[in-house]
Structures are given as C-alpha cells and as structure tokens.
Nanobody, 129 residues
Framework: QLQLVESGGGLVQPGGSLRLSCAAS????????IGWFRQAPGKGREGVSC????????NYADSVKGRFTISRDNAKNTVYLQMNSLKPDDTAIYYC??????????????????????WGQGTQVTVSS
C-alpha cells in the first residue's frame, strides 16, 4: 500500500517546539518533492514549507520563516518539519504530500494540490497554554 504517514503532532505551550515526521511506505521519497501543509479550523489549507528531491531547494510561508525548518533523510525515506517558537496561530492539522519530480526542480509552495500524488492523513498540532 502506497501511503504517507505523519507523526509527531501534539499539544505544546507557546514558545515550544515539535518535530513532525512524514514517512513513506510502499514507495521511495527520493523521486518526490515534499510539501507540508496545514489547515486550521474554519480556514483553508495553507502551504507551510516544501523541499525538493536533493534538498537544495526549500521554501517557507512567510508566517513560519525563521521558526520552521524542513529537512529530508532519503535513506530513512522520511521528511521532517522542525517547528520552533510555536504560536497559537500555528494550531492546525498538518499534512505532508509528495509530488513526483524527475527533473530536480526547485520546489514552490504555490504548486496546485492536484500536482501532488500522495497525501498523508494529517497530524494535529495544538499550541496552547
């Protein structure tokens, strides 16, 4: 079964940190760009960060720049999102998605959702005191 599985979410106080993981099963991530997205209650889905196949290109939403870091370990078939200095506004369900790329292109957060081939089920992140 081809799937992405997110983990690492939870409840954290403002200013705290979490590391989300996105693990692939049934396929290898090294042929895919990976994006992290989030959706807060009553809001649309927002692109948070992305990373290309070689990790030479990353992008971040303005709202998380300087606080979040995306990375990948192709040997472990996993992509990570390190989230520091968390704020209540970061509360959302976080999803990862894989976009097949044969050309080692730079990643862009504006890529349409239908260009992503696989989506995870999401992991809840709640930032609250």
């Amino acid at each position: 079964q081809l799937q992405l599985v997110e983990s690492g979410g939870g409840l954290v106080q403002p200013g705290g940190s979490l590391r989300l993981s996105c693990a692939a099963s049934g396929f290898t991530l090294n042929s895919y760009q990976i994006g992290w997205f989030r959706q807060a209650p009553g809001k649309g889905r927002e692109g948070v960060s992305c990373i290309n196949r070689s990790a030479s290109s990353t992008n971040y939403a303005d709202s998380v720049k300087g606080r979040f870091t995306i990375s990948r370990d192709n040997a472990k078939n996993t992509v990570y999102l390190q989230m520091n200095s968390l704020k209540p506004d970061d509360t959302a369900i976080y999803y990862c998605a894989a976009r097949r790329d044969l050309l080692f292109r730079a990643c862009v957060l504006s890529a349409p959702s239908n260009e992503y081939d696989y989506w995870g089920q999401g992991t809840q992140v709640t930032v609250s005191s």
